[in-house]
């Protein structure tokens, strides 16, 4: 088998970190890609992958093998772009990471777009609520909410949106508006610890930072959760403005204590650097860019 080939694949089941997965990834039957990684296994005369009846885990040895293998791949798509010059096609597996519920509503839609227009690109999305490491995990792009940790990214800020704490109608009707964040710490409060964005309950003051310690009687680990039980009634809860942008439009919930809120989090599309940016990833970068900067739920009005 060709070595790039044998490359790809196991760059593929090193990833999904399931045999089945990297075949229909890839195109291949499952039994094809195990004989694949273990003739590659027998020729390096090394262990790459530690195999369990219900896991397979890259071992120390795979994972210094999987990293040259992201970087000579990229370096063989830069080489056959180069040589295509200005008709280089977007192609490949374009690999993109955002927070859940982000993803969800925002990111998906400019998938789908980006897809209709571009047949030669497959994309894997990994929607989470945490930071990835773009380089360990194999990212192209990332839509982070926050500062960036590290500078040695690429990035465009396309929006920010506001950290808010909201309630229904119903619950205050019965427990009255709290007017200043201490009193957040007498009330019913429902708290998502999928984020740490969120877990921290920090307001702007007139006299500088207040510190808010809730005790929450409901603490879930979705967002929508949590926004689920303040709109049914239950509590109060702090969420990021697009998250509950509808609702709050719709009368279901309301904003509290916005006086008080700290200034917005920035929204950035983030990207691995190099001498060459593939055209899938330089593409759609340019393309999210354009679709989430001009999305008026993004820039820091939402859910006012």
């Known amino acids: 088998m060709d070595r790039f080939k044998e490359m790809q694949i196991f760059q593929a089941v090193a990833e999904e970190q399931n045999f089945s997965s990297a075949a229909r990834r890839l ?18 005369g ?18 210094r093998y999987v990293e040259d293998c992201r970087r000579i791949l ?33 990111v998906t839609p400019v998938m789908v777009d980006y897809l209709a227009n571009h047949p030669a690109v497959q994309i894997k999305a990994l929607l989470v609520d945490r930071v990835v490491n773009m380089l360990d ?16 990214l690429h990035s465009v800020q396309v929006g920010e949106v506001r950290r808010v ?5 119903g619950y205050l009707a019965r427990h009255g508006r709290p007017t200043h964040p201490r009193d957040l710490e007498a009330a019913s409060v429902v708290m ?24 929450p009687r409901l603490v879930v680990t979705a ?25 709050v ?34 593409e759609f970068v340019d393309f999210c860019v354009e679709q989430l900067s001009t999305n008026t739920a993004l820039q820091g009005k939402g859910a006012r």
Not at 46 to 63: C, D, P
Not at 92 to 102: D, I, K
Not at 165 to 169: I, K, L, T
Not at 262 to 273: D, E, F, K, N, R
Request: net charge negative; hydrophobic share 45%.
């Open 192 to 215: 998502s610890a999928s984020s740490t964005l969120l877990t921290e309950w920090r307001f702007d003051g007139p006299d500088g930072c207040i510190q808010v310690v809730p005790q």
């Open 165 to 169: 704490v909201c309630a229904s109608p």
């Open 27 to 44: 195109g291949m039957s499952a039994p094809s890609v195990t004989r694949a990684v273990a003739a590659l296994e027998q020729r390096l």
């Open 137 to 152: 995990e194999g990212i192209d792009v990332a839509v982070r909410i926050g500062d960036l940790p590290d500078g040695s």
């Open 74 to 106: 990229a370096e063989l798509d830069e080489a056959e772009e180069s040589a295509g010059g200005v008709h280089a096609q977007a192609r490949g597996l374009l690999t993109v990471t955002a927070p859940v519920l982000f993803g969800e509503l925002f």
């Open 46 to 63: 090394t262990l790459l992958l530690a195999r369990t009846t219900r896991s397979v885990h890259v071992t120390e040895s795979g994972q």
């Open 223 to 247: 967002n929508q959760a949590a926004i689920n039980a303040a709109r049914l009634g239950w509590g109060i809860t702090r969420v990021l403005s697009y998250q509950v942008a509808e609702l």
């Open 249 to 282: 439009k719709a009368g279901t919930l309301e904003i509290l204590l916005d006086d008080y809120e700290l200034a917005p989090l920035p929204i950035y599309v983030v990207h691995q650097g190099g001498r060459r940016i593939p055209a899938k990833v330089r």
